[in-house]
């Protein structure tokens, strides 16, 4: 296939350049550079399965090529950059979504897009089953990210609904592992670089709001799959790929300076508006239609992310 990925020089849109190509696909990369970074694509640039364009996705795509399918990975993700960026968050959320999804009906091309359990705002049911509604403040400061991706699943299942457009909305949950930017501001990043500093590990709030990790290997494994599943009614509709395991923050932190062997301390700071007190995916629909569970442990992937973190830090 030739898939074009939007956000492909970020986090979860590198991951996903490596695994398509090493599936034998042909990608295209398209990326604004406002968070991700060259350097998570510099080790594909000269393929010949492989382009990059620095593009802003909120602006008209032209790709002179078939396409088989459109992956829409650009947006901040971090609670840090999409409080930096509101308006380039809603922008690509809602502007960028019909861009992408403009190009995919025009090259009859499938259509995943990265949503978020940030749909779910501040659940009030845990787990969250994807036919749960949310629980979002539209105009908190967290709104600029919810209600973007929110737009974007209603644009999607208008566009499969009105124009047939062959489409699959992943809810991403807390993802971690390389390729995160030490300064990303989230928790799993945060916590272990400041371990390896020896600063003392920020936890804002007590630390007993809860949330799943899924390391980045299980979640790419899952979005592919997604991807690649035949089509059916039921594949249109939101799939949540996360790991169920939940753990309070506090209980994060421990577990990096255990693992890091850190000597640092835990400090607590005030607990940002709208924090989500509680996060966890029912991933009963993943396992069902694409016959996907998570499989690497909590401190596997940390283990794995904290030596990520040592040799791009240089500290040990
Ligand atoms: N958090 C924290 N210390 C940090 C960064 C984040 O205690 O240095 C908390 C944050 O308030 C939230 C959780 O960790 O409750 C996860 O935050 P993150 O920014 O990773 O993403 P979110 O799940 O909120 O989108």
């Known amino acids: 296939m030739r898939i074009v990925i939007t956000g492909g020089a970020g986090f979860l849109g590198s991951h996903l350049c490596d695994r398509l190509?090493?599936?034998?696909?042909?990608?295209?990369?398209?990326d604004n550079l406002s968070t991700g970074s060259v350097d998570n694509i510099a080790h594909l640039l000269g393929r010949e399965d492989f382009r990059f364009y620095k593009h802003?996705?909120?602006?008209?795509?032209?790709?002179?090529?078939?396409?088989?399918?459109?992956?829409?990975?650009?947006?901040?993700?971090?609670?840090?950059?999409?409080?930096?960026l509101p308006i380039?968050?809603?922008k690509v959320g809602?502007?960028?979504?019909?861009?992408?999804?403009?190009?995919?009906?025009?090259?009859?091309?499938?259509?995943?897009?990265?949503?978020?359990?940030?749909?779910?705002?501040d659940p009030l049911v845990n787990p969250q089953p994807e036919t749960y509604w949310g629980n979002v403040n539209p105009i908190g400061l967290r709104g600029v990210y919810?209600?973007?991706?929110?737009?974007?699943?209603?644009?999607?299942?208008?566009?499969?609904?009105?124009?047939?457009?062959?489409?699959?909305?992943?809810?991403?949950?807390?993802?971690?592992?390389?390729?995160?930017?030490?300064?990303?501001?989230?928790?799993?990043?945060?916590?272990?670089?400041?371990?390896?500093?020896?600063?003392?590990?920020?936890?804002?709030g007590?630390?007993?709001?809860?949330?799943?990790?899924?390391?980045?290997?299980?979640?790419?494994?899952?979005?592919v799959k997604l991807l690649m599943a035949p089509e059916s009614e039921e594949i249109h509709l939101p799939v949540n790929i996360g790991n169920p395991h939940e753990l309070t923050v506090l209980e994060i932190a421990e577990k990096v300076?255990?693992?890091?062997?850190?000597?640092?301390?835990?400090?607590?700071?005030?607990?940002?508006?709208d924090d989500p007190k509680v996060r966890r995916p029912d991933i009963s629909r993943a396992m069902q239609l694409l016959n996907w569970t998570p499989n690497i442990k909590l401190e596997e992937g940390l283990s794995r992310t904290i030596d990520y973190f040592r040799s791009k830090l240089q500290v040990h």
């Open 56 to 84: 802003d996705v909120t602006e008209y795509i032209y790709i002179g090529q078939s396409i088989d399918a459109v992956m829409h990975f650009a947006s901040p993700a971090s609670p840090r950059d999409y409080l930096e």
């Open 206 to 223: 007590a630390g007993d709001q809860t949330r799943s990790f899924c390391y980045v290997e299980d979640e790419i494994e899952g979005l």
């Open 146 to 204: 919810d209600e973007a991706k929110r737009f974007a699943e209603a644009l999607i299942m208008a566009y499969h609904r009105y124009h047939g457009v062959d489409t699959r909305i992943a809810r991403i949950f807390n993802t971690y592992g390389p390729r995160m930017r030490p300064h990303d501001g989230r928790v799993v990043s945060n916590f272990i670089v400041q371990a390896l500093r020896g600063e003392p590990l920020t936890i804002y």
């Open 94 to 121: 809602a502007l960028g979504t019909h861009k992408t999804i403009g190009l995919a009906k025009h090259a009859k091309a499938r259509f995943l897009m990265a949503s978020t359990s940030e749909t779910y705002g």
């Open 21 to 30: 190509l090493s599936l034998g696909n042909e990608v295209i990369c398209l």
């Open 257 to 273: 300076i255990e693992l890091s062997g850190s000597t640092s301390r835990i400090t607590f700071e005030p607990l940002p508006e």
């Open 88 to 90: 380039q968050t809603l």
